[in-house]
């Protein structure tokens, strides 16, 4: 299973505010796409998913394109948005029930999974909820949820930190984790560079629509010249200094 970005070149306008971008994320591996507020991270991401429509340049998960066959790729994907997306006249229950139908899951498979997850994050009295009952990180839950019982080939998860306490912080981790073992490939973009630092295998720096540099931490960190280097030194250092792997 692999996500492959390759010469990407795109944006909202005939301007691109992507560059050139090419990376991967393989079977088993957790990749931080790197990045301030700008860089260019959501609009990689909604490239991914399907949302823009690459100028140049291609994405495919195991050689398949959006153009190629659209089912089969949107059903090796899920996808964790920034800002939670729920319909506001579907309770909970209604949402799963929503994605076992629209990913074609195995209805009692999908549930087992679904409520070991909402067991995890301390939803499962609340099945009959609507969003309007929900905190926003009580609904960040919901999207959790909601991607992760789908057992997806690829995650693309966008900024998930923001909105979550430090208890459902680790608990996605750990359950980010436990998919990366199973063999999912997962791209998750963040600014937040010391949890990136810890958990992820592989990083994507991306500046001003441009890869800056690529690596695991320690090719970042020779790359930079600074073997004790932490991912936010290398990132603020490339960035201001002009350093680069270009």
Not at 41 to 64: R, V
Not at 77 to 96: C, D, G, I, N, R
Not at 98 to 117: E, H, P, Q, V
Request: proline share 3%; charged share 25%.
């Amino acid at each position: 299973m692999t996500l492959k970005v390759q010469g990407l070149v795109g944006g909202y306008s005939k301007i691109p505010v992507l560059k050139d971008i090419s990376f991967e994320v393989n079977s088993g591996q957790l990749v931080g796409l790197i990045g301030l507020n700008g860089a260019g991270k959501s609009t990689t991401i909604n490239h991914i998913i399907g949302l823009l429509e690459p100028q140049k340049g291609a994405i495919k998960i195991d050689d398949i394109g959006l153009k190629d066959d659209a089912k089969a790729y949107k059903g090796k994907l899920a996808y964790m948005p920034e800002m939670p997306v729920l319909y506001q006249e579907l309770t909970l229950k209604e949402h799963l029930e929503l994605t076992i139908m629209a990913y074609g899951l195995d209805s009692n498979k999908a549930w087992r999974i679904a409520n070991k997850l909402l067991g995890i994050f301390r939803l499962a009295n609340k099945l009959d909820w609507f969003p309007a009952n929900f905190s926003k990180g009580m609904r960040q839950k919901v999207m959790i949820v909601c991607a992760f019982i789908t057992r997806a080939d690829v995650y693309v998860i966008d900024e998930p930190f923001l909105g979550l306490d430090p208890l459902a912080t680790r608990d996605l981790l750990t359950l980010v984790d436990s998919e990366k073992k199973r063999g999912s490939a997962i791209l998750m973009s963040t600014h937040v560079l010391s949890t990136a630092q810890e958990y992820c295998d592989y990083f994507v720096l991306l500046h001003q629509g441009r890869i800056k540099a690529k690596g695991s931490l320690q090719e970042l960190r020779t790359l930079y010249g600074n073997d004790s280097a932490s991912l936010t030194d290398i990132y603020l250092g490339m960035t201001q200094d002009g350093k680069s792997n270009e």
